[in-house]
């Protein structure tokens, strides 16, 4: 079957919702792709918060935040690796987008005075995370699927995309497996709209829902588009000890601390300003830094203590995080402290887009985690990523918007051959009998890559983990499934996303073994220091011919002068 | 410890069962041990997952006569007899086919919606429900420049129905919807609730008189399992209970 649209957006999550309400407002006809249900997207897991300098709680001296405040952070959060121009257009959306979102219903905590309440978040120089107790994600992804809900707009959940159709050098469209129905979808488009998120999954210790694969990436890839920045992957310091399920920053936030076994505030030791509240990647090298001394507990993990707290403010402002250690760890925060270690949260890295999110390709755009346009550079603050997905999905749609009404309906048989090259495909991987199993391939995968390509990197094991990798593509070639099935076959789902991932893995190594320096999230113990004379620049990776070729791009800088980056 | 799992594909006369014995690991939930199942036995084996943290609402099913989110749910404690909920008996939860509960967990699909696979179930009566209660903010300022205000306190009652993750875990649990399809059920009306709840919005009861009809509000027989199978701790029978006596007043 084909169907036709005036824009396409894949995914579901908070990018795509928004991008889809203001294209649908603007009287274009869009469609949402999703491989689940857009409200079980992994931007309903997000916790503490969307930053934006409303203002609305005092800085230490009592001044008030502003944009340029925000704007400044997030560049020096990113070790400079940020473009500038993105980041200042990021932070001055950022009170605007809160706000529409309230207006849209969003239930966001507040002050006693009424205003929405903002806690003091890792790196920022003011209280400027704006958040709905713990569980920001899911009131505001609610919120969005409530207005796209209204709207009627047309989802097509459930379905796996498997190709973007390109027809002399524009996108026009993509093939997508209904897996319920066991059938595959031409859909045309004179836009499509990346919004997949990130590829946390390609690693064994990940915050990320287990549906963070990476496959938008991958279709971007394939299709031409480079990859920018994959080897800055963001570990977030406190995951849950066993499950690796966030426990946001907020936590810290808060007021809560980290101890070793000795009961220290080790944070003393390796940031005595900001201390808990340094930045992610400065706190996650501190404590896998005490687990190597011997100051973790049994089992490599940290105590993040809360009752500093008290009940009631665990109860008010962290209730999700409470019930999470109960249910998954047997730990009551008011009681206890809760354990916890360092785990993949978060791609900086992705689609190559420029300020406007277009990729490279004509008619193709990408926003939010899977993108990389880049407001995160080398390093994330928490709270920005929320704001990223809602001010990105917006203005990116504003451009589709501008450039879509001069753009012709493509044919449908373009569709048509496409359909035809993904139904052999699948056919093939579902036929082959190679006796290669995938789950192994993919535990080994998720083990190589948290172990060459965690938080510390040195270039003999990075070596050794690009050459298994290599291996495991090997393999994969040779992957049998037993579900011979073309209908609600999800092994075969798994194995489509395990194609993707061994690609984007060989992605993240090149990128991690190329750069020889030590910036944000990227920390080389062969490379300690920073080199801006020769790597202040983004890392771009394309696939071609079946070969990765590496590139570089100049940083956007502007307001702010790189510097030594101190908390 | 053996994990006992509900299947069934098209063209099946009648489910089966297949009975599969787990590593045991710490922590093991039952969501760990389907993708086992998956992995080491039978990779047909069909369920749905997101974020394996009780945050997404994607994994509800029927756990031991009882429905629940199989992230949530651990294997050890339920096989030491721990986390029995007592619910009012409905057909969803009858007795299918014998099982050891000290040595099996008994996984099956959620009842009152119809299996596509396995542990899948279609879920679009779920949404249509949700649909007709119009779960979305009228108020429509398109640029607006201040934030409205709102009061703490009234944010904390809010956030008791706010918290719901629609994952059907009350649809599947409440005894109503067994007997009557066309119910609105649980977690519709306590999303309705919630907008009624909602002090941005009016606070008259325009908003109730949406499922003021037969199949609404007025279907509950209060039998009280939603509030005691979710996940989340959201209360829907009290939201029910809340709306009914606010119109009963209202009409006097």
Known sequence: ?567 | MKLKVYRYQDGMESPRYDSFELESRPGLTVLGALFQFQEQFDDSLSFNYSCRGAVCGTCGMLINKVPRLACRTQLKPLLRGELKVSLFSYPGIMETIPWDPAKEVLVEPLPHLPVIKDLIVDMDKFFEYYRFVEPVFRTSDLNPEKERLMNPEDVKQLEEYTNCILCAVCFGGCPVVGQNPKYLGPAALAKLYRFHLDPRETTDTSRLEIADIKNGWWACDSYGNCRKVCPKGVPPINAIENAANELKSKKK
């Not at chain 1, 089992?299 to 809360?306: E, I, K, S």
């Not at chain 1, 001069?406 to 579902?430: F, G, M, V, W």
């Not at chain 1, 983004?538 to 590496?550: A, F, G, I, K, S």
């Open chain 1, 1 to 567: 079957m084909i169907t036709n649209h005036n824009v396409l957006i894949i995914g579901g999550g908070l990018t795509g919702l928004r991008a889809a309400i203001q294209l649908f407002d603007s009287s274009l006809d869009v469609a949402i792709i999703s491989k689940v249900h857009p409200l079980r997207s992994h931007s309903v897991a997000a916790q503490g918060g969307m930053n934006a300098s409303l203002g609305n709680v005092p800085g230490e001296d009592g001044s008030v935040d502003n944009w340029k405040n925000h704007a400044f952070d997030t560049v020096k959060g990113s070790d400079y690796l940020a473009d500038q121009d993105a980041v200042e257009k990021m932070c001055r959306e950022a009170p605007k987008t809160v706000i529409e979102l309230e207006h849209m219903g969003t239930v966001w905590s507040r002050l006693k005075n009424g205003k929405i309440a903002q806690r003091p978040f890792g790196g920022a120089g003011f209280p400027r995370t704006c958040y709905a107790a713990d569980r920001t994600g899911h009131n505001a992804l609610n919120t969005l699927f409530e207005q796209v809900n209204k709207r009627n707009i047309q989802i097509y959940s459930e379905f796996f995309v498997t190709s973007l159709i390109i027809d002399q050098g524009s996108c026009v469209g993509c093939t997508a497996l209904d897996y319920l129905q066991g059938e595959v979808h031409g859909l045309s488009a004179k836009a499509v709209l990346m919004a997949t998120g990130g590829f946390g999954r390609l690693f064994n210790k990940s915050t990320n829902a287990l549906i963070n694969t990476g496959d938008g990436q991958a279709l971007a890839l394939r299709a031409g588009v480079p990859l920018k920045d994959m080897e800055f992957v963001q570990f977030h310091p406190t995951t849950l000890y066993g499950t690796n399920i966030l426990i946001t920053e907020g936590a810290r936030g808060e007021g809560g601390i980290l101890l070793n076994q000795d009961g220290e505030r080790f944070m003393k030791k390796y940031a005595p300003n900001s201390l808990d509240l340094a930045p992610r990647d400065v706190v996650a090298r501190s404590i896998e830094e005490e687990v190597a001394q011997g100051q973790g507990f049994e089992g490599d993990y940290v105590h993040l203590d809360l009752r500093p707290l008290g009940a009631e403010r665990i109860n008010e402002r962290l209730p999700g995080i409470k019930q999470i250690s109960i249910d998954f760890s047997g730990v009551d925060p008011i009681n206890e402290s809760i354990p916890v270690q360092p785990g993949q949260h978060y791609s900086m890295g992705g689609i190559d887009v420029d300020i406007d999110g277009k990729t490279r390709i004509s008619g193709l755009y990408a926003a939010g985690e899977c993108s990389c346009v880049s407001v995160h550079g080398a390093n994330r603050l928490g709270g920005n990523s929320l704001l990223e997905t809602v001010v990105f999905g917006r203005l990116v749609a504003d451009q589709i918007i501008n450039n879509v009404n001069n753009i012709e309906s493509p044919p449908k048989k373009l569709a048509q051959a496409n359909i035809r090259k993904s139904e052999d495909h699948i056919k093939a991987l579902i036929d082959r009998e190679g006796g290669e199993n995938q789950f192994e391939i993919k535990e080994k995968l998720n083990n190589t890559m948290s172990t060459k390509f965690g938080i510390f990197r040195e270039k003999d094991t990075m070596l050794e983990g690009l050459n298994e990798i290599k291996k495991l593509q090997e393999k994969f070639s040779q992957v049998s499934i037993k579900n011979k099935d073309l209908k609600v076959n999800k092994a075969l789902i798994r194995l489509l996303e395990l194609e993707g991932m061994l690609l984007l893995a060989e992605v993240v190594a090149l990128g991690a073994i190329k750069r020889k320096e030590s910036r944000g999230s990227h920390t080389r113990t062969d490379y300690p220091e920073r080199d801006d004379t020769k790597f202040l620049k983004h890392t771009l990776v394309t696939w071609e011919d079946e070969n990765m070729q590496v590139s570089y791009l100049p940083v956007k800088l502007g307001m702010f002068e790189p510097k030594e980056r101190v908390y």
